[in-house]
């Protein structure tokens, strides 16, 4: 079914939309949640919100894109679950190593969010990958969205995993100068 009627029948409050949701998208938001989560049942937990999430959001939203809509709401799922107390001690040491590599320059002395709104760091970030290569764009989107290991988006690419680990150590290097220079850290 196309992503247009599902959406019309989320907006008509017809229960079938999440019937039709889960048939076209477990497997994608199922591997969002899988990159995040450890155990295949807390991926299943969280895929499973997604669809109520979904319900609660459409409307008043309406997404331009379901499949980018339902990846947001799985992957902030994943990681609000990740967050918790009784999560973190179990959570993904994948994840722990991707929040490693940029949680430093993140945080501020002061609370980031008096600072700047998400949505201006986002549209920056945005902005950076604009300004790279539709290669490096990938890798960024790989490691850092999906929180794939070095070695998948090694082998998806066919690069070595130093070449990977080189391109990501650039990438953040040019990113916080970026953040630097327009005030965000």
């Known amino acids: 079914m196309e992503d247009r009627r599902i959406i019309e029948m989320y907006l008509q409050r017809n229960e079938d939309a999440v019937?039709?949701?889960e048939c076209k998208y477990t497997k994608y938001c199922r591997s969002i949640a899988v990159q995040i989560l450890d155990t295949p049942e807390d991926a299943d937990e969280a895929v499973n919100d997604t669809w109520l999430a979904a319900w609660n959001c459409i409307p008043p939203h309406i997404p331009v894109c379901l499949k980018t809509f339902l990846g947001r709401l799985t992957r902030n799922i994943s990681l609000k679950?990740?967050?918790?107390?009784?999560?973190?001690?179990?959570?993904?040491?994948?994840?722990?190593?991707?929040?490693?590599e940029v949680e430093n320059w993140l945080r501020s002395e002061e609370d980031v969010e008096q600072q700047i709104s998400e949505q201006a760091l986002a549209d920056e970030i945005d902005r950076f990958l604009d300004s790279v290569s539709d290669t490096e764009r990938k890798v960024f989107v790989r490691r850092y969205w999906y929180m794939q290991s070095v070695a998948e988006i090694a082998e998806h690419h066919g690069f070595s995993?130093?070449?990977?680990?080189?391109?990501?150590?650039?990438?953040?290097?040019?990113?916080?100068?970026?953040?630097?220079?327009?005030?965000?850290?």
Request: charged share 40%; no cysteine.
């Open 19 to 21: 019937v039709q949701t």
């Open 161 to 185: 995993e130093s070449k990977v680990k080189s391109m990501l150590f650039r990438m953040r290097k040019k990113l916080y100068a970026r953040l630097k220079k327009e005030n965000f850290i």
């Open 81 to 100: 679950r990740i967050r918790s107390e009784k999560a973190l001690k179990r959570g993904s040491a994948q994840v722990r190593v991707v929040f490693d």
